[in-house]
C-alpha cells in the first residue's frame, strides 16, 4: 500500500472518529492529530489494535490501534457477548476487575466493570489497585465465570494493556482465546459498546480479599518453625512502584517476617516509574536502588516485583560477599528444592503430586523432580499453560508448585496465574530455612548444582522490526527446521523438538515420538554434552529469542568461579557456531 494510499485511509478512519459518538476530549485530540501530526495520526489509527490471545497490549492515545476506553471497550462488549453465549444457563453471570499502577489503569478498570454491569452482569471491581494473582484468586473466591486485568506487566510506561480470565481462574487458551477473538472483531461501531451506566451491579471489593488471600498465602507455609527462629531475617523488597508494595509486605508480616526493608523512593505508586527506565525486575538496573539499600543494611535478600507483582527479582550474596541477581531458572530451582524437599520431610508425598515446568526453563528442575519421585509436566511457554495443566489435573493430582524461566512462579491451586506475592513469601521462608542450617541462599544454590550438576542458562533476543523483520525471522525459523544443525559447538545433536511440527526425534537413529503439546513454532536442539538451545519468536514483540542451556560437574565450591566462567564462555561458543555472535 502506498503512503498517500495509507494516508487517505487513516484520514477516513480518523474522521469517523470525529463524527462517531465519542468523548469531545477524544475528538479534540483527534483533530489536533489530523491538522498536526501526521506520523502520530498514522501510528494511531493505521490498524486496530489487535485482541490477541492473551488479550490487548498497546501504546495508550486515541485512535483504532491505541489503548483508550473505546478499543477497552471493545473488547468488553465482545468478551462480554461470549460469556453471555457460554453461561446463558446462570440467573446471575458473575465476573472480578483489577488494575494495576499505570497511568489511566483505573479509569480503565472502571469503563470495564461499567460495560460488564451494563450487560447484566454482577461485577467485583477492587477498590485500588492490586497484584494480578490477586485478581485470578478472586474469580475462584467469588465464583465467577471470568475477569479482567488491566495491566502492562513490566512494559514501558507508555503502554498498558487487557488480560482476559476464566472461571477457572486461568489466563483465557484455546477454544475461548480464539473464540473471543472473533466476538471482539464483530464489535464494529462504538454504538455497539454498551456504556450505559448500571453501577448497581458493581460491587466493591478490598480489604476483606486481601486478608482471605494473604491467609491462604500464609497457610502454604512449610516451616513455620524455622520462620519463628528466623524471623528477624534481612529482607529488602521494593514493588517498582507497582502493585505488591502493599500486599508483599503484609504477606510476609502475616508469615512472621519482622525486619523488612523499604525502598522508599519505589513505594511510591506511578505508572511513569520515575527511578527506573523500566519496571521489569528481569533487568538489573530495576534492583539498583533495592542492591543498595542491601548493602546499607547488610540484608540477607533482596526482592523486587513488577508493576502487576506477578513477577519477582531476587538478588543475594555470592560466595564472595556481594549482591548478585538470580536468574529465573535459579530462583525456580531454588523454589523447587525447597518445596519438595519439606514436602517429603513433611511426609505430604503420597504419589500423586506433581510439578509443572515451561519448555524454555532449566531442566535442572527435572533432575529434582525425579530424585523425589514426582510426576513433573513440561508446557509451551505462558503461564496460562500451566494454569491449564493444574485444571485437567483437578481432583485427581496434587499441584505442588510451578514456574517458568521469565521470573514467574506459582504455589499451590488457589491462584492460577504466576503470583510474585507468594513467590516473594516462599524466597524468604527459603532463606529462613538456609540461614537456619548456617547457609545463605546462593550457597544452597551451590549445594543444589554439587548434587545435580552446574545449570547455567541464558537467552538472547534479536530484534527485526517491521515486516522485512517479520519475515527474516520466519525465514531463520524455517532454515532451522529445514537445516538443522548436526553438532552444535562441536557436540551431537542427538535429539530434536519441533513443536510446529509435534516431533520429537534423534537424528542418528531416526526414532520419533509425537509431542502431546499445542501445535507451536519453537525448536529445541539438545546435544550429547547435556546442551539445550531453545527457538522461538516472540508472541508480542519482534523478536526472536533464543534459549541456552549448559551443564558441568561442580564437585566443591572452590570451583564455582572457574566452572561458571567456562559455561559462559561455552554458551559464547554456541552462539558463535550458530552465527548469532
Same mark, same amino acid.
Do not use: C
Given at each position: 500500500?502506498?503512503?498517500?494510499?495509507?494516508?487517505?485511509?487513516?484520514?477516513?478512519?480518523?474522521?469517523?472518529?470525529?463524527?462517531?459518538?465519542?468523548?469531545? %476530549?477524544?475528538?479534540?485530540?483527534?483533530?489536533?492529530?489530523?491538522?498536526?501530526?501526521?506520523?502520530?495520526?498514522?501510528e494511531s489509527f493505521y490498524r486496530d489494535l489487535e485482541f490477541g490471545t492473551g488479550g490487548l497490549r498497546g501504546i495508550m492515545g486515541v485512535g483504532t490501534n491505541r489503548m483508550n476506553i473505546y478499543t477497552v471497550g471493545a473488547a468488553t462488549q465482545g468478551l462480554s457477548n461470549y460469556i453471555k453465549a457460554n453461561f446463558s444457563h446462570l440467573k446471575q453471570v458473575k465476573v472480578a476487575v483489577a488494575h494495576d499502577s499505570r497511568n489511566n489503569s483505573r479509569l480503565f478498570a472502571e469503563k470495564t466493570a461499567e460495560i460488564f454491569a451494563a450487560n447484566g452482569f454482577k461485577v467485583y471491581l477492587f477498590d485500588s489497585l492490586r497484584p494480578t494473582p490477586e485478581l485470578s484468586f478472586a474469580i475462584r473466591h467469588f465464583g465467577c465465570q471470568s475477569g479482567v486485568v488491566i495491566t502492562a506487566s513490566h512494559n514501558p510506561k507508555e503502554y498498558n494493556g487487557y488480560k482476559a480470565y476464566w472461571e477457572d481462574g486461568g489466563q483465557v487458551i484455546s477454544p475461548h482465546d480464539k473464540n473471543i477473538i472473533d466476538e471482539v472483531l464483530k464489535i464494529k461501531s462504538v454504538d455497539e459498546i454498551k456504556f450505559t451506566d448500571k453501577k448497581d451491579n458493581i460491587e466493591m471489593i478490598g480489604e476483606k480479599v486481601d486478608e482471605i488471600y494473604t491467609q491462604m498465602i500464609k497457610d502454604l507455609s512449610l516451616a513455620?518453625?524455622?520462620?519463628?527462629?528466623?524471623?528477624?531475617?534481612?529482607?529488602?523488597?521494593?514493588?517498582?512502584?507497582?502493585?505488591?508494595?502493599?500486599?508483599?509486605?503484609?504477606?510476609?508480616?502475616?508469615?512472621?517476617?519482622?525486619?523488612?526493608?523499604?525502598?522508599?523512593?519505589?513505594?511510591?505508586?506511578?505508572?511513569?516509574?520515575?527511578?527506573?527506565?523500566?519496571? =521489569?525486575?528481569?533487568?538489573?538496573?530495576?534492583?539498583?536502588?533495592?542492591?543498595?539499600?542491601?548493602?546499607?543494611?547488610?540484608?540477607?535478600?533482596?526482592?523486587?516485583?513488577?508493576?502487576?507483582?506477578?513477577?519477582?527479582?531476587?538478588?543475594?550474596?555470592?560466595?564472595?560477599?556481594?549482591?548478585?541477581?538470580?536468574?529465573?531458572?535459579?530462583?525456580?530451582?531454588?523454589?523447587? =528444592?525447597?518445596?519438595?524437599?519439606?514436602?517429603?520431610?513433611?511426609?505430604?508425598?503420597?504419589?500423586?503430586?506433581?510439578?509443572?515446568?515451561?519448555?524454555?526453563?532449566?531442566?535442572?528442575?527435572?533432575?529434582?523432580?525425579?530424585?523425589?519421585?514426582?510426576?513433573?509436566?513440561?508446557?509451551?511457554?505462558?503461564?496460562?499453560?500451566?494454569?491449564?495443566i493444574i485444571l485437567k489435573n483437578e481432583g485427581k493430582k496434587t499441584f505442588i508448585g510451578g514456574g517458568e524461566e521469565s521470573y514467574g512462579f506459582l504455589i499451590g491451586d488457589s491462584v492460577r496465574d504466576k503470583d510474585a506475592v507468594s513467590a516473594c513469601s516462599l524466597v524468604a521462608e527459603?532463606?529462613?530455612?538456609?540461614?537456619?542450617?548456617?547457609?545463605?541462599?546462593?550457597?544452597?544454590?551451590?549445594?543444589?548444582?554439587? %548434587?545435580?550438576?552446574?545449570?547455567?542458562?541464558?537467552?538472547?533476543?534479536?530484534?527485526?522490526?517491521?515486516?522485512?523483520?517479520?519475515?527474516?525471522?520466519?525465514?531463520?525459523?524455517?532454515?532451522?527446521?529445514?537445516?538443522?544443525?548436526?553438532?552444535?559447538?562441536?557436540?551431537?545433536?542427538?535429539?530434536?523438538?519441533?513443536?510446529?511440527?509435534?516431533?520429537?526425534?534423534?537424528?542418528?537413529?531416526?526414532?520419533?515420538?509425537?509431542?502431546?503439546?499445542?501445535?507451536? =513454532?519453537?525448536?529445541?536442539?539438545?546435544?550429547a554434552d547435556g546442551s539445550k538451545i531453545s527457538i522461538r519468536p516472540s508472541g508480542t514483540e519482534p523478536k526472536i529469542k533464543f534459549y541456552f542451556g549448559?551443564?558441568?560437574?561442580?564437585?566443591?565450591?572452590?570451583?564455582?568461579?572457574?566452572?561458571? %566462567?567456562?559455561?559462559?564462555?561455552?554458551?559464547?561458543?554456541?552462539?558463535?557456531?550458530?552465527?548469532?555472535?
Open positions: 500500500m502506498g503512503n498517500d494510499t495509507l494516508l487517505t485511509e487513516v484520514k477516513a478512519k480518523a474522521h469517523l472518529w470525529l463524527e462517531g459518538n465519542y468523548d469531545d %476530549e477524544t475528538k479534540k485530540q483527534v483533530k489536533y492529530l489530523l491538522e498536526n501530526d501526521e506520523k502520530e495520526l498514522i513455620p518453625e524455622v520462620i519463628e527462629r528466623q524471623k528477624d531475617l534481612k529482607i529488602v523488597y521494593t514493588p517498582i512502584h507497582g502493585t505488591g508494595v502493599k500486599l508483599v509486605p503484609m504477606a510476609l508480616k502475616k508469615l512472621g517476617f519482622t525486619n523488612i526493608y523499604n525502598v522508599p523512593e519505589q513505594d511510591v505508586v506511578s505508572g511513569d516509574f520515575p527511578t527506573v527506565y523500566s519496571p =521489569n525486575p528481569e533487568e538489573t538496573a530495576a534492583l539498583k536502588m533495592a542492591i543498595e539499600k542491601a548493602e546499607q543494611v547488610n540484608a540477607d535478600i533482596v526482592m523486587a516485583t513488577d508493576p502487576d507483582a506477578d513477577r519477582v527479582g531476587v538478588a543475594t550474596k555470592d560466595n564472595h560477599g556481594e549482591f548478585v541477581i538470580l536468574n529465573g531458572n535459579q530462583t525456580a530451582a531454588l523454589l523447587t =528444592n525447597y518445596l519438595l524437599k519439606k514436602w517429603k520431610d513433611n511426609g505430604k508425598l503420597k504419589g500423586k503430586e506433581f510439578i509443572v515446568k515451561t519448555i524454555v526453563t532449566t531442566e535442572l528442575i527435572v533432575d529434582i523432580a525425579n530424585k523425589y519421585k514426582v510426576e513433573y509436566f513440561d508446557v509451551l511457554t505462558g503461564f496460562k499453560f500451566i494454569a491449564d527459603t532463606a529462613a530455612w538456609a540461614k537456619d542450617q548456617g547457609k545463605s541462599l546462593f550457597e544452597l544454590l551451590i549445594e543444589i548444582y554439587k %548434587e545435580y550438576g552446574f545449570y547455567l542458562e541464558d537467552l538472547l533476543s534479536v530484534v527485526k522490526k517491521g515486516k522485512e523483520g517479520s519475515e527474516e525471522i520466519q525465514k531463520m525459523m524455517e532454515n532451522f527446521r529445514s537445516n538443522p544443525p548436526k553438532t552444535i559447538n562441536g557436540s551431537e545433536v542427538t535429539r530434536i523438538s519441533d513443536y510446529l511440527l509435534q516431533e520429537d526425534k534423534e537424528p542418528g537413529t531416526g526414532k520419533k515420538e509425537v509431542i502431546n503439546l499445542p501445535k507451536s =513454532n519453537v525448536l529445541q536442539f539438545y546435544t549448559v551443564k558441568a560437574e561442580l564437585n566443591s565450591v572452590n570451583e564455582f568461579d572457574s566452572i561458571h %566462567e567456562k559455561l559462559k564462555a561455552k554458551i559464547e561458543s554456541i552462539k558463535k557456531d550458530l552465527n548469532l555472535s
